[in-house]
């Protein structure tokens, strides 16, 4: 997948380059979409490797995703739930938000979800 639409994915979200999070959901994304078995053990699989590529603890890879999460809920709430294909009642967990962009990118392409 082309790291070029994953961000501008995020951007359309009101996530940019200014949070922390950002680099972490790209990240994240990109090993959904390399192996979605990673969502069956997320703290291992996705916030693990990250805080490893990063030098963080996995706790910061992870509260970074909800801060940039609660951004995107707050700028466009409509396209995050147009994302999901079902309504949100509010901001997804960082791994739903992993899920639910990865599977928008495959849509997206043309690839099953």
């Known amino acids: 997948m082309n790291e070029q639409k994953i961000i501008c994915m995020l951007r359309s979200l009101g996530i940019t380059r200014c949070y922390r999070g950002t680099s972490f959901a790209l990240a994240g994304i990109q090993l959904v979409l390399e ?14 490797v990250i805080a490893q590529r ?5 706790h910061a890879v ?3 995703l909800r801060t940039v999460i609660r951004r ?22 960082a791994s739903q938000f992993l899920e639910i962009a990865a599977s928008c990118l495959l849509r997206q392409e043309g690839r099953s979800a």
Do not use: F, T
Not at 54 to 58: E, L
Not at 72 to 93: E, F, H, K, R, V
């Open 35 to 48: 192996n979605e078995d990673c969502l069956q053990n997320v703290i291992r699989d996705i916030y693990c």
């Open 54 to 58: 990063h030098q963080c603890n996995w």
């Open 62 to 64: 992870e509260r970074s």
């Open 72 to 93: 995107a809920w707050q700028i466009n709430p409509q396209l995050l739930c147009a994302m999901a294909g079902y309504p949100l009642d509010g901001p997804p967990s």
